[in-house]
C-alpha cells in the first residue's frame, strides 16, 4: 500500500468538496467501528483522534467514503446505538473538535466522512425522554410511543423486541407503557409528531454544517409505528435473515410495528436537506420483504439514496443466493440505487460465516472482487480487509446484551468488533496501551496490517490494488448487470455500460478448481491488473479454488 499525499483536496469543517454528479455510485465506502479502531488516549477503547491518525491507511485502501459508526454521547448499554445527545461526542471517543480535526484531515486526503444517524429511539439518558416520561402533559409528553395497559395491566399489544422478549416496558410514573423496539433503555420516538422529525432533520444539520458529507441511516425501517396499535399477524414464512433462529421476533410479520407509509415523506423531507449540502444517505433495511423495501426507499430519486439489507449478512452463501438477490433488487427498483455489503458490526464476519474454520487468504480476496463487480456501491466492513476471522470469546468477556441474552446458541456481536491489529510487535497488537475493551485474539495479531504491508501477496495489498483497478474499469462502477447460468459455487455476471466493451467476471467460492465455458456467441479476453489468478483457454475459464476472472469483450 502506498502512502497518499494530504494536499488533493483541502477543505476546512463545515465545507464540502466539490463532488460530481452521482459521485456514491461509483464509491467504496469503508465502515469504521470507532470503539475498535485505534486506542490514543489508552483507556483500551477506540476514539475519534485514532481513526484521524490512520486515516492514511484508510485513504491507501483507495476508498472514498468512511463510514463511522455512532460516537455521540451515550451510556453505551448498546455502544452509542442509545443516543443521548445527537448534537455532541462521548468523551469516550473525544470531542467536537477531534472530530472537526477528523473531518478535515480525510476531505485533505480526499475522503468523505458519513456518520450514523440512530433516529428510531434514542437513550432513556436522554433529556428528551427524562422530561417525556414525567407526564402525560409536558411538552414532550408524545415525542415518545406511550400507551395504556389493556384491561387485564398486559402489554398494548402483541409486539416483541428484536433483543429478546415484549416491545412494551411499564413505566410507573405514567402508569403506561413506552415502545421499545430494541434495549428497553431505548424508547422509541414518536415520528407522527412532527416537532420530532423536525427536532432529527436539524439534529443532522448540525452535522452537515460541520462538513459532513453523509449519513448512514440506522434502524430507519422503525420511524413509524401503527397509530391503532393493531397486533402483527404471525409470519407465514419465519424471518431467519435479519434476526437469528432463536429469537422469536423472526415469528411475527411486522406489518404494524415498522415499514410504515408513513416513512416516504419523511425521507423526502430528509433528502430536501440533504439536497441543500449535496449530502448522501444509505439506509439499513432489516426487513421482512428488505428487497421490495429497499426499492420503495430508494425509488424515484427523491428519498434514500441508497439501501442495503441482511441478505447478503446472512449464512447462506450459494452463488445462487447472491444472484437472486441482486437480480430481484434490480427487478424490484425504479432508478434507485443499492449498497452490498457481506460484512459489518452486527453479523459474524464473513470469512468464518461464509468461509468456515479453515478459510484462507484466497477466500477473503475472491468475496471483495466478487462484491466489488456487483452492480452497487459496495461498503467493506473493517478488518474485512486484512481477511479477520471471527473471533471466538468465551462468555466471560462478553460485551454485547444480545450474546449475553442469546447465549450460547447465538454469542452476540462481539466476535466482529474485537480491536483491529495494527503491529504485531507491539503490546496489544498496537491498538492501545492498556488492555482492550475485547481482547485481540492471536489468529488476528498473525494478520496485522504492518506484516500484511510488507507482503505483496497479502490480502490487504489484494484489497488495496483490486479498488484502485475497479476505479479504471467505468463497466463496473456505473455498467447494467446480467448473470448466467454457472455451476454451483460459482458466480458469472456480466456488466454493460453503452459504448465500452461488455466485461465478464467469474468467481469460484468454493475449495474446489472449477471450469467455466464462455458464451459462444462472444469472444472475451482475459483482462490484467486484478490480483485474481483464473486463465482462459480457448472457450473455458480455469478457476482455482477460490479464485477469480475477469475479461473484456473482444472487438468484433
Known amino acids: 500500500m502506498s502512502d497518499l499525499s494530504a494536499t488533493s483536496i483541502q477543505s476546512v469543517p463545515g465545507q464540502h468538496p ?18 475498535s479502531f485505534l486506542d490514543t488516549d489508552g483507556d483500551g477503547v477506540g476514539d475519534l483522534p485514532g481513526i484521524t491518525a490512520k486515516l492514511d491507511y484508510i485513504a491507501a485502501l483507495g476508498v472514498d467514503m468512511v463510514w463511522i459508526s455512532p460516537f455521540f454521547t451515550s451510556p453505551m448499554r448498546d455502544f452509542g446505538y442509545d443516543v443521548a445527545d445527537y448534537c455532541n461526542v462521548d468523551p469516550l471517543f473525544g470531542s467536537l473538535a477531534d472530530f472537526d480535526a477528523l473531518v478535515l484531515r480525510a476531505h485533505g486526503l480526499g475522503l468523505k466522512i458519513m456518520i450514523d444517524q440512530v433516529l428510531s429511539h434514542s437513550s432513556d439518558d436522554h433529556p428528551w425522554f427524562v422530561e417525556s416520561r414525567k407526564s402525560r402533559d409536558n411538552p414532550k409528553a408524545d415525542w415518545y410511543v406511550w400507551a395504556d395497559p389493556q384491561a387485564d395491566g398486559t402489554a398494548p399489544n402483541n409486539w416483541l423486541s428484536i433483543f429478546g422478549g415484549p416491545a412494551w416496558q411499564w413505566d410507573s410514573r405514567r402508569c403506561q407503557y413506552y415502545l421499545h423496539n430494541f434495549l428497553t433503555s431505548q424508547p422509541d420516538m414518536n415520528f407522527h409528531q412532527p416537532a420530532v422529525q423536525q427536532a432529527h432533520l436539524d439534529n443532522m444539520r448540525f452535522w452537515l454544517e460541520r462538513g459532513v458529507d453523509g449519513f448512514r441511516m440506522d434502524a430507519c425501517i422503525f420511524h413509524f409505528h401503527d397509530l391503532q396499535l393493531r397486533n402483527n399477524p404471525p409470519a407465514l414464512i419465519r424471518n431467519t435473515v435479519s434476526v437469528s433462529a432463536v429469537n422469536p421476533y423472526g415469528m411475527q410479520a411486522h406489518v404494524y410495528d415498522n415499514t410504515r407509509p408513513e416513512n416516504l415523506p419523511f425521507f423526502e423531507k430528509m433528502r430536501t436537506l440533504l439536497n441543500e449540502y449535496d449530502a448522501v444517505a444509505i439506509g439499513e433495511i432489516g426487513a421482512d420483504n428488505a428487497l421490495d423495501i429497499m426499492a420503495q426507499y430508494t425509488a424515484d430519486g427523491n428519498k434514500l439514496h441508497m439501501a442495503y439489507s441482511f441478505n447478503l449478512l446472512t449464512d447462506e452463501k450459494s ?11 434490480e427487478a424490484r427498483v425504479k432508478g434507485g440505487w443499492a449498497s452490498w455489503s457481506v460484512g459489518n458490526h452486527d453479523v459474524k464476519r464473513v470469512m468464518t460465516r461464509w468461509g468456515g474454520e479453515r478459510a484462507t487468504p484466497a477466500f477473503a480476496k475472491v468475496v471483495l472482487a466478487m462484491q466489488l463487480a456487483l452492480k452497487g456501491t459496495p461498503c467493506v466492513y473493517q478488518g474485512d480487509e486484512l481477511g479477520l476471522t471471527e473471533a471466538d470469546l468465551p462468555y466471560e468477556v462478553l460485551q454485547d446484551p444480545v450474546g449475553l441474552t442469546f447465549w450460547p446458541e447465538m454469542k452476540g456481536r462481539d466476535g466482529c468488533r474485537t480491536p483491529i491489529p495494527w503491529d504485531a510487535t507491539q503490546p496489544n497488537a498496537g491498538f492501545s496501551a492498556v488492555q482492550p475493551w475485547l481482547p485481540l485474539v492471536p489468529e488476528h495479531v498473525a494478520a496485522a496490517a504492518s506484516q500484511q504491508q510488507q507482503d505483496p501477496s497479502s490480502v490487504l495489498n489484494f484489497s488495496a490494488g483490486i479498488i484502485a483497478w475497479r476505479k479504471t474499469m467505468p463497466q463496473l462502477t456505473r455498467g447494467d448487470i446480467v448473470f448466467y447460468d454457472a455451476p454451483e ?3 458469472a455476471l456480466r456488466r454493460d455500460l453503452d459504448g ?8 469460484n467460492l468454493g ?18 491488473g486484478h490480483g485474481l ?20 469483450q473482444r472487438a468484433s
Open 18 to 35: 466539490v463532488k460530481p454528479a452521482g459521485w456514491w455510485r461509483e464509491a467504496v465506502i469503508y465502515q469504521v467501528y470507532p470503539r
Open 319 to 329: 452463488a445462487r443466493h447472491i444472484r437472486t438477490q441482486v437480480e430481484e433488487f
Open 489 to 491: 459455487p460459482v458466480l
Open 500 to 507: 465500452m466493451p461488455a466485461v465478464m467476471a467469474l468467481f
Open 511 to 528: 475449495p474446489q478448481a472449477m471450469v467455466f465455458e464462455l458464451p459462444e456467441s462472444v469472444l472475451f479476453d482475459r483482462l490484467e
Open 533 to 552: 489468478e483464473g486463465s482462459v483457454s480457448s472457450s473455458k475459464v480455469e478457476l482455482p479454488a477460490y479464485g477469480g476472472w475477469f475479461g473484456v
